[in-house]
């Protein structure tokens, strides 16, 4: 079956870009479109999309409140576009429940790349929000050491982990067994330099991983 997707962005022109792009893969549905948060909103309670692509720059609500929203009215799995690569914001629209970030610089392959992951409940960072994520804060005065370069699974472990998740809950989140959960807490630990899950949270939060 299709994956079932729903366009947000407030540029027309955009919008028909994206839907050229996802009309050459076979597994893929473009089930509609809006301009903004208020018709996105209505548009995924009628639609009922797998993923939405929403661009972090709507002009009538900001990137973070709708990708909350969208999460959870419509239960899809969110994609943000972006124009931004601050690992503040990345790590926010994460937060927010985005399950895939993807810059408007790579938002061919990449998107589709995308799509496909968060669609069957993996997360999907672009090389780009990626690196951006990975590297050490750059907020003057936090008090941040620099942050250790962790794998896309592992940051989906440790958000997990830092929101209260037990490993049999993670596992089943992420599509993998308990013992490979455990495997990515041990070097999780010994990356950041922390021996247990509340130290982990802390230094998850200080990262803005999660929300305090």
């Not at 790590?91 to 496909?116: H, S």
């Amino acid at each position: 079956m299709a994956i079932r997707v729903l366009l947000v962005d407030d540029h027309r022109l955009v919008r028909e870009a994206l839907r050229n792009v996802l009309a050459k893969e076979p597994d893929m549905n473009v089930v509609g479109e809006a301009g903004d948060a208020a018709s996105a909103f209505e548009r995924a309670d009628t639609l009922a999309p797998d993923v939405v692509v929403i661009d972090t720059d709507l002009p009538d609500l900001n990137a973070i409140d709708a990708a909350r929203r969208l999460r959870h009215r419509a239960g899809a799995r969110i994609v943000a576009l972006s124009g931004q690569t601050d690992r503040r914001f990345v790590a926010a629209m994460l937060r927010a429940g985005a399950a895939g970030c993807v810059t408007k610089f790579a938002a061919g392959i990449e998107l589709v790349r995308a799509i496909r992951a968060v669609a069957t409940g993996q997360s999907y960072l672009c090389s780009i929000a990626m690196t951006s994520l990975a590297s050490p804060a750059a907020t003057a005065g936090s008090g941040s050491d620099g942050a250790p370069r962790l794998s896309l699974r592992e940051l989906d472990v440790l958000r997990l982990l830092a929101e209260g998740v037990r490993s049999p809950g993670i596992a089943h989140e992420l599509h993998i067994c308990v013992g490979t959960v455990e495997v990515h807490r041990r070097n999780i630990m010994k990356k950041v330099g922390r021996r247990n899950v509340a130290e982990l949270t802390r230094y998850a939060i200080r990262e803005g991983l999660v929300g305090s």
